[in-house]
């Protein structure tokens, strides 16, 4: 099994035959109860098929054994088999056995022990919210319980997005086994936990503490940080080594991920890159351009680059490909418009690898060896609906502007929410060239029907009645998509019709990019957006100043800029996040991943409007990666000036 790709909610079937079998001796109590699983009891045979790696047939015969079994060792025989289905992925197998047991016939640590199994279902069935209030209802664990209570909160910081707080859950667990096999086990899934902390929260954890935990999430920084860069990664792990020389990761882990990381580096030589930089785009594709060099120039790793000017023309794009492929290119970057794409897309393969800087329109597939990176708005969307169910808001209502690109916006984050447990009410569209919302919103908030029923009783009594009209109360967040102009024209109109209190979320459309004294209307307005437009990190071979520079000189089109750094970061990680589903690239434009259909996926910061002024918003970033970074209250540092042609969804 690959060593990155064990995750926290699939730690194989032996950590529960540890949980279960091998907790520590319990304190001695009047009438002790028996251990946590009871490995040995009441079948040797399931044991010793657990421990051959045989989970299938060890949970048949304690089902078997069951049907027979006495009234006091049927529950403890129905309740092993459930974890092991459990454990196995068979959600309905276990929900189907654990409701056959009594739970009066259980003793208390059993107990504790089906609560806990309840609680994973619960988050194997996508009902988050409940899971962690069931959990926080429990009371502490017995020393010989915490072991797979740790195990729970690991998942349950899994399903919410807080990758420390389930590495921090799991390197305590990890102190807990006494098994080598399974610290081994364990230990991978800390590893690909810790992967999924962006590095900009690793890099600000340095130096860690100099315990167990803190020397976990230095390795993962100096992994991180070096992973394409094989000999200088050797050289800092062996640093590592000499840190940390009784550290577990020294057991095996270590060559493993070196070996890991050799084999991945594959970084193309000869690069093409398709752009309009004439024509009616010229200015968006001059924009990535800059991007493009300004990352090239910065970093280590120069490829030859041969730029090609493919303009309006979609057949210009075919052209240009086929032209760089026999001028001897290995990689290709580009076109930027989906016209272009889709008539890349019309060939039966394309022979050498494209990073299309667009996504294909529904309808038309991908050819093998198109890869699409784009700034799409479904990914905002996307990434909004997550925002709000960290926040624990589920019940949402959406207003986007008339057209396809509103009818997108929505689609993405109905689906997204309702993935996640959440419920979208009401959904409406409005007219952007507009300035008065107030049709939209009233019917948003069921002001319309409030009316109605004010009209409804006066025609009852025969009286005149003075009402006011009341918006519905069933109502957690709101998600808007607009741009500046409409944007700071809502906001106003939602507290005037009573919706102050409803939180609001939108895309990164409703921030230019720029400072702007106008944003005093966005106050209390939460967004998701790039990292280039939220903070200054370092990172690819930039230091803080440097990166500075660059976004001053991008201060015209900074999404399109930093859209353009990261399309060259790309270039040498692709073939990576290729081999290997469970890596991301910290990028400019987000924290980007590759999805099993070539699609080029980020993962955006929440900020939000106080004082006219965008801030990175600190506390969301803790809720969803258990940390709260030293500069969480510093001010965004927009661009100074920004273009409404930043995005290419409509190209």
Same mark, same amino acid.
């Given at each position: 099994?690959?060593?990155?790709?064990?995750?926290?909610?699939?730690?194989?079937?032996?950590?529960?035959?540890?949980?279960?079998?091998?907790?520590?001796?319990? %304190?001695?109590?009047?009438?002790?109860?028996? %251990?946590?699983?009871?490995?040995?009891?009441?079948?040797?045979?399931?044991?010793?098929?657990?421990?051959?790696?045989?989970?299938?047939?060890?949970?048949?015969?304690?089902?078997?054994?069951?049907?027979?079994?006495?009234?006091?060792?049927?529950?403890?025989?129905?309740?092993?088999?459930?974890?092991?289905?459990?454990?196995?992925?068979?959600?309905?197998?276990?929900?189907?056995?654990?409701?056959?047991?009594?739970?009066?016939?259980?003793?208390? %640590?059993?107990?504790?022990?089906?609560?806990? !199994?309840?609680?994973?279902?619960?988050?194997?069935?996508?009902?988050?919210?409940?899971?962690?209030?069931?959990?926080?209802?429990?009371?502490?664990?017995?020393?010989?319980?915490?072991?797979?209570?740790?195990?729970?909160?690991?998942?349950?910081?899994?399903?919410?997005?807080?990758?420390?707080?389930?590495?921090?859950?799991?390197?305590? !667990?990890?102190?807990?086994?006494?098994?080598?096999?399974?610290?081994?086990?364990?230990?991978?899934?800390?590893?690909?936990?810790?992967?999924?902390?962006?590095?900009?929260?690793?890099?600000?954890?340095?130096?860690?503490?100099?315990?167990?935990?803190?020397?976990?999430?230095?390795?993962?920084?100096?992994?991180?940080?070096?992973?394409?860069?094989?000999?200088?990664?050797?050289?800092?792990?062996?640093?590592?080594?000499?840190?940390?020389?009784?550290?577990?990761?020294?057991?095996?882990?270590?060559?493993?991920?070196?070996?890991?990381?050799?084999?991945?580096?594959?970084?193309?030589?000869?690069?093409?890159?398709?752009?309009?930089?004439?024509?009616?785009?010229?200015?968006?594709?001059?924009?990535?351009?800059?991007?493009?060099?300004?990352?090239?120039?910065?970093?280590?790793?120069?490829?030859?680059?041969?730029?090609?000017?493919?303009?309006?023309?979609?057949?210009?794009?075919?052209?240009?490909?086929?032209?760089?492929?026999?001028?001897?290119?290995?990689?290709?970057?580009?076109? !930027?418009?989906?016209?272009?794409?889709?008539?890349?897309?019309?060939?039966?393969?394309?022979?050498?690898?494209?990073?299309?800087?667009?996504? !294909?329109?529904?309808?038309?597939?991908?050819?093998?060896?198109?890869?699409?990176?784009?700034?799409?708005?479904?990914?905002?969307?996307?990434?909004?609906?997550?925002?709000?169910?960290?926040?624990?808001?589920?019940?949402?209502?959406?207003?986007?502007?008339?057209?396809?690109?509103?009818?997108?916006?929505?689609?993405?984050?109905?689906?997204?929410?309702?993935?996640?447990?959440?419920?979208?009410?009401?959904?409406?569209?409005?007219?952007?060239?507009?300035?008065?919302?107030?049709?939209?919103?009233?019917?948003?908030?069921?002001?319309?029907?409030?009316?109605?029923?004010?009209?409804?009783?006066?025609?009852?009594?025969?009286?005149?009645?003075?009402?006011?009209?009341?918006?519905?109360?069933?109502?957690?967040?709101?998600?808007?998509?607009?741009?500046?102009?409409?944007?700071?024209?809502?906001?106003?109109?939602?507290?005037?019709?009573?919706?102050?209190?409803?939180?609001?979320?939108?895309?990164?459309?409703?921030?230019?990019?720029?400072?702007?004294?106008?944003?005093?209307?966005?106050?209390?307005?939460?967004?998701?957006?790039?990292?280039?437009?939220?903070?200054?990190?370092?990172?690819?071979?930039?230091?803080?100043?440097?990166?500075?520079?660059?976004?001053?000189?991008?201060?015209?089109? %900074?999404?399109?800029?930093?859209?353009?750094?990261?399309?060259?970061?790309?270039?040498?990680?692709?073939?990576?996040?290729?081999?290997?589903?469970?890596?991301?690239?910290?990028?400019?434009?987000?924290?980007?991943?590759?999805?099993?259909?070539?699609?080029?996926?980020?993962?955006?910061?929440?900020?939000?409007?106080?004082?006219?002024?965008?801030?990175?918003?600190?506390?969301?970033?803790?809720?969803?990666?258990?940390?709260?970074?030293?500069?969480?209250?510093?001010?965004?540092?927009?661009?100074?000036?920004?273009?409404?042609?930043?995005?290419?969804?409509?190209?």
């Amino acid at each position: 099994m690959d060593v990155l790709i064990v995750r926290v909610s699939a730690l194989i079937l032996a950590v529960a035959l540890l949980l279960t079998a091998c907790a520590p001796p319990q %304190p001695r109590v009047q009438q002790p109860a028996p %251990p946590v699983v009871g490995a040995r009891e009441p079948s040797d045979a399931a044991t010793d098929l657990l421990a051959r790696g045989e989970p299938e047939r060890a949970a048949a015969l304690l089902e078997a054994r069951a049907d027979t079994a006495s009234p006091d060792q049927q529950p403890l025989l129905l309740l092993r088999a459930a974890e092991i289905r459990l454990d196995l992925g068979q959600t309905s197998a276990s929900e189907a056995l654990l409701a056959r047991v009594n739970e009066l016939l259980l003793p208390d %640590p059993h107990r504790y022990r089906k609560a806990l !199994l309840e609680i994973r279902l619960l988050l194997a069935g996508g009902q988050i919210l409940a899971a962690e209030n069931r959990l926080s209802l429990l009371d502490p664990p017995t020393p010989q319980l915490r072991a797979p209570w740790l195990r729970t909160q690991a998942e349950l910081a899994e399903a919410t997005g807080r990758p420390l707080d389930a590495a921090r859950a799991l390197v305590e !667990l990890d102190a807990l086994l006494p098994d080598r096999r399974l610290r081994e086990q364990n230990q991978r899934a800390i590893w690909t936990t810790l992967s999924e902390v962006p590095l900009e929260m690793l890099r600000a954890l340095m130096p860690p503490p100099p315990d167990q935990t803190g020397a976990w999430l230095e390795l993962a920084y100096l992994t991180r940080s070096h992973r394409l860069e094989p000999d200088t990664l050797e050289a800092e792990l062996k640093q590592w080594r000499r840190r940390y020389p009784r550290h577990p990761a020294n057991d095996g882990l270590i060559q493993e991920l070196l070996a890991y990381y050799r084999d991945a580096v594959s970084a193309p030589e000869r690069v093409a890159l398709l752009l309009p930089l004439s024509g009616n785009l010229s200015v968006p594709g001059k924009a990535v351009l800059e991007g493009f060099m300004a990352a090239y120039y910065a970093s280590d790793y120069r490829p030859q680059i041969k730029i090609y000017d493919v303009g309006d023309d979609p057949i210009r794009a075919l052209t240009a490909y086929q032209e760089a492929v026999s001028a001897g290119s290995d990689f290709v970057v580009g076109p !930027l418009t989906k016209e272009s794409l889709i008539m890349l897309a019309s060939a039966s393969r394309l022979t050498t690898p494209l990073l299309a800087l667009n996504t !294909l329109p529904a309808g038309v597939d991908p050819v093998s060896g198109m890869y699409q990176f784009a700034l799409a708005p479904e990914d905002e969307a996307v990434a909004a609906a997550d925002y709000a169910v960290s926040q624990g808001l589920e019940r949402a209502l959406v207003m986007v502007p008339e057209g396809e690109w509103g009818e997108r916006v929505a689609a993405a984050f109905t689906r997204a929410l309702e993935q996640r447990g959440g419920t979208v009410l009401e959904t409406v569209s409005y007219n952007a060239q507009g300035t008065d919302f107030s049709a939209p919103i009233s019917a948003l908030l069921n002001l319309n029907a409030s009316n109605q029923r004010a009209r409804q009783l006066r025609n009852t009594l025969k009286r005149s009645i003075r009402t006011e009209p009341q918006r519905r109360q069933d109502v957690e967040v709101i998600f808007v998509g607009a741009f500046p102009r409409a944007a700071r024209l809502i906001r106003p109109q939602l507290r005037f019709f009573d919706a102050i209190d409803v939180p609001v979320i939108a895309t990164s459309h409703a921030y230019s990019g720029a400072p702007n004294q106008a944003d005093k209307d966005l106050d209390g307005v939460q967004i998701v957006d790039m990292p280039w437009l939220l903070r200054a990190v370092p990172g690819h071979g930039l230091n803080r100043q440097e990166l500075q520079q660059l976004r001053e000189m991008a201060s015209q089109h %900074p999404r399109l800029y930093a859209f353009g750094i990261d399309a060259y970061l790309l270039v040498r990680y692709l073939p990576l996040l290729r081999q290997h589903p469970t890596e991301s690239l910290e990028g400019h434009s987000g924290v980007l991943s590759l999805d099993a259909q070539g699609q080029i996926r980020r993962r955006l910061f929440p900020a939000g409007f106080r004082s006219g002024t965008l801030r990175f918003d600190g506390q969301a970033a803790q809720r969803a990666f258990g940390f709260n970074p030293d500069h969480d209250e510093a001010e965004a540092e927009p661009a100074a000036t920004s273009s409404t042609m930043d995005g290419n969804a409509a190209w």
